[in-house]
């Protein structure tokens, strides 16, 4: 029976070839961006799910309830807070803290690297299945355990156990294993290094306020993470004991499951390398999109070709089909042309993958039997919902009425239902587009925006240890450098938090924070409201002065700009600072980022960055070489890393790889309207042939058969444009409300856009018009 209906359907597809085309290339064009979102779906569900016994691995996570009653939830945990739960809590069978670590520079004497580090003990390794190529795992102080990517940038083929790599702060660490290759893993611990947490140092080590560390757990078989909680709540009241009645928090710990860390169901801070569910789906939502456009072209044509279908369907009826067998048939069709499509659509998928980089994509599939009973299921139900309306509709026809021919076809003649439907998909393929223009229009804004701070002509070399007194003298002497600046990160990085308040009764808030001297704000070109700039100064030592952006003003409500010049403010809960200078609110590090409090202070111990203002110069390559070259007098056997930032932020945010990708889905939108179009016009021309025939005979000229065939479809592509434009400019509304830092909406983008897709469609207009309207009378009518 089912090789039956797929003989009739393969016929049918045969039988209107241009039509059968056009729908299996619009879907083909759509699927790939649908399937590489349920590629990244399956990928972040397959997070750390390669450790033995994963069942029973949890993560401790804090939720931090300010005196203000606001709640911060974190994904990390105390530092102290892995030996407490040791201690005090049964049926745990293994627990470990990590502490991440960016930036660290490590060096074997002719190489340098700035790394990722994890600090880590014994029982992380007991608990979490990261197998050894070379080696042992590090659990005494001042050893480390390298990547097996990492290992190979520093020593290549040689082995490095027993090798040591230096930093400049801490000394020199003994490497005494090396992982099997790490890169490969799906895992939340992306990381260059591991390091014993033996040798950790950090003030905020013994601070149960501080959440810069990660609590796993091993719990025993048959634990629940239910009965975990309630232990958890206890050693919260414990804490919250040790804090005093004094504290200006209160802390509440939770247990949260290995499997549900990724993808996250809530947005926890400080929780690198997760993606949030919301943002996955709403990715699949947008792909659909370009599904639903294309299945709304299978529904166009299908209907337009109703009269032919018909006639089918009556003779079939009165040959005893039922409507269910008839329904079925239909399905089988658009099944097949799902189908169809899915295998030009794997073709595309694989140019994609071997031709683009897609910077949110990882191809690796554990479970691959998964993906494509997943990928079989998908088009299964997208041939279904695509053929469902067709099927319902020509199946309801009754055979005495379709073979006295009482049955018309669903035209152009009477508004009825397909004429929405062309209006609806060519309204949703312009909102599409125009959402496109917005996306493109906001990240050339963050690409190339100098608006915030001046990023032109500014290169930033890492210090990495080096005398920077004597570089800078060095530097200094080339003409092209007009001033040298430090700071302890640059803009475009999200900085370390710190904590402000006014007076020390007050609750702290939290504040971001920049070790900067006098020339790096000036190289930024931040502009003050109120006071002056830090002093200029070559001492060793901080300075109690500190400049703040507006929103520190308004947070500790310390009345306006003016007013807070000269006031005292306390930061980190130990500096007694004055303030001196107020800037403007500006984007330092993330457009989507709400505004938050910006402290600048002179502390020269955190400087680990060279800022340098140069001139505009034709040849940075030349220039860059001349200053590395003084480099490599100070610091001979350490590479310099320096990089100009509008390059590094342009890259960020414009990157090239990912902009081809989306400029492709936009084309395969565009493509696919377009065809539906034509596919319409070829029909709807097609049946009115002996009409036009008609008209020529009785004197009508090329021009007015042209006007008479476009019109209908003219009046649908001005109500399609009609609805579209303002409910472009609601998406583009929409999409700058998450932009706190925005160029507002890019209307001129939108409008170049509407005039490509709406200029396109009138030339298919008229192209198809013209073409029939040119048809000699005497071809169409000569079997009347």
Same mark, same amino acid.
């Given at each position: ?25 619009? %879907? ?186 990660? +609590? ?246 890492? %210090? ?182 509008? +390059? ?18 936009? %084309? ?117």
């Amino acid at each position: 029976m089912l090789l039956n209906y797929l003989k009739i359907a393969w016929r049918n597809l045969l039988k209107y070839r241009l039509f059968s085309l056009i729908n299996i290339l619009g %879907l083909s064009l759509a699927i790939p961006s649908a399937l590489m979102s349920l590629i990244q779906i399956v990928n972040y569900y397959e997070y750390d799910n390669f450790h033995k016994d994963s069942e029973q691995i949890v993560r401790v996570i804090t939720d931090e309830k300010q005196k203000d009653g606001q709640i911060i939830n974190w994904a990390s945990s105390p530092f102290l807070l892995s030996e407490q739960i040791k201690e005090n809590l049964a049926g745990i069978d293994q627990s470990t803290t990590i502490v991440r670590d960016r930036g660290w520079l490590l060096s074997n004497g002719f190489k340098t690297k700035n790394a990722n580090a994890i600090y880590t003990d014994a029982s992380f390794f007991r608990i979490f299945n990261f197998p050894l190529e070379k080696g042992t795992y590090a659990i005494e102080p001042n050893t480390m355990v390298l990547t097996h990517e990492t290992a190979q940038w520093f020593f290549k083929d040689t082995n490095p156990v027993g090798n040591v790599l230096e930093h400049p702060k801490y000394g020199g660490f003994k490497i005494v294993g090396v992982l099997k290759p790490f890169n490969e893993m799906k895992t939340q611990f992306r990381t260059d290094v591991f390091i014993s947490t033996d040798g950790y140092k950090d003030s905020t080590a013994n601070d149960w306020t501080a959440f810069n560390a990660h +609590t796993f757990l091993k719990i025993t078989k048959g634990k629940t993470t239910d009965e975990l909680n309630k232990q958890l709540s206890e050693t919260s009241k414990e804490v919250n004991k040790l804090l005093g009645t004094k504290a200006e928090k209160n802390l509440q710990f939770k247990a949260q499951n290995l499997a549900e860390i990724s993808p996250a169901k809530e947005i926890l801070e400080n929780d690198p390398y997760i993606q949030d569910i919301r943002s996955i789906y709403i990715n699949f939502a947008f792909q659909l999109i370009m599904i639903a456009l294309a299945a709304l072209n299978y529904i166009n044509l299908t209907l337009a070709r109703s009269m032919n279908r018909s006639r089918e369907v009556g003779v079939r009826k009165v040959m005893g089909a039922t409507k269910p067998q008839l329904v079925f048939q239909f399905l089988t069709e658009s099944v097949l042309v799902s189908y169809l499509a899915l295998g030009f659509g794997l073709l595309i998928l694989w140019f994609i993958k071997e031709n683009m980089h897609v910077s949110w994509l990882t191809w690796d599939i554990d479970h691959l039997g998964y993906l494509v009973l997943l990928f079989f299921a998908f088009n299964l139900i997208l041939g279904l919902v695509a053929g469902a309306s067709p099927s319902l509709i020509l199946s309801s026809y009754q055979p005495v009425k379709v073979l006295k021919g009482a049955v018309s076809p669903l035209g152009f003649r009477k508004i009825g239902f397909r004429k929405s439907l062309i209006v609806v998909q060519f309204t949703i393929a312009l909102i599409y587009i125009f959402f496109m223009g917005q996306a493109f229009h906001q990240v050339s804004y963050m690409a190339n925006d100098n608006e915030n701070y001046q990023r032109e002509n500014i290169l930033n070399i890492s %210090l990495a240890g080096t005398k920077s007194k004597l570089l800078a003298t060095d530097i200094s002497s080339v003409k092209e450098v007009q001033k040298i600046g430090y700071t302890s990160l640059s803009f475009g990085n999200k900085p370390t938090y710190s904590s402000i308040k006014s007076a020390k009764t007050d609750a702290p808030r939290p504040a971001f924070y920049y070790a900067t001297d006098h020339n790096f704000i000036e190289n930024m070109g931040l502009k003050f409201v109120a006071g002056k700039n830090l002093i200029e100064s070559n001492s060793e030592h901080p300075s109690p002065m500190v400049v703040v952006n507006q929103k520190t003003i308004e947070n500790l409500r310390i009345g306006s700009a003016q007013d807070a010049i000269g006031k005292l403010i306390i930061v980190n809960d130990t500096l007694s600072a004055t303030i001196v200078g107020v800037v403007e609110n500006f984007c330092h590090y993330n457009y989507e980022s709400k505004i938050e409090p910006l402290v600048f202070q002179y502390q020269p111990a955190l400087f680990k960055v060279m800022c340098l203002k140069t001139s505009a110069v034709g040849d940075r390559k030349a220039l860059k070489a001349t200053i590395e070259t003084l480099w490599k007098k100070q610091n001979p056997y350490k590479e310099m890393n320096a990089s100009w930032l509008d +390059t590094d932020l342009y890259e960020v945010y414009y990157p090239f790889e990912d902009m081809k990708f989306m400029s492709m889905e936009g %084309l395969a939108i565009f493509v696919i309207a377009i065809l539906g179009l034509i596919g319409i016009l070829t029909y709807s021309l097609e049946k009115r042939t002996k009409e036009i025939g008609i008209r020529k005979v009785l004197g009508a000229n090329v021009s007015e058969v042209i006007r008479l065939m476009s019109r209908d479809f003219i009046k649908l592509l001005t109500i399609a444009t009609v609805i579209a434009v303002p409910a472009g400019i609601a998406v583009a509304v929409f999409m700058n409300s998450f932009m706190v830092f925005n160029n507002g909406i890019g209307y001129l983008a939108m409008g170049i856009l509407l005039l490509i897709v709406i200029g396109f469609a009138l030339s298919a207009v008229g192209f198809f018009s013209l073409k029939v309207a040119q048809t000699n009378p005497a071809k169409t009518l000569k079997t009347e």
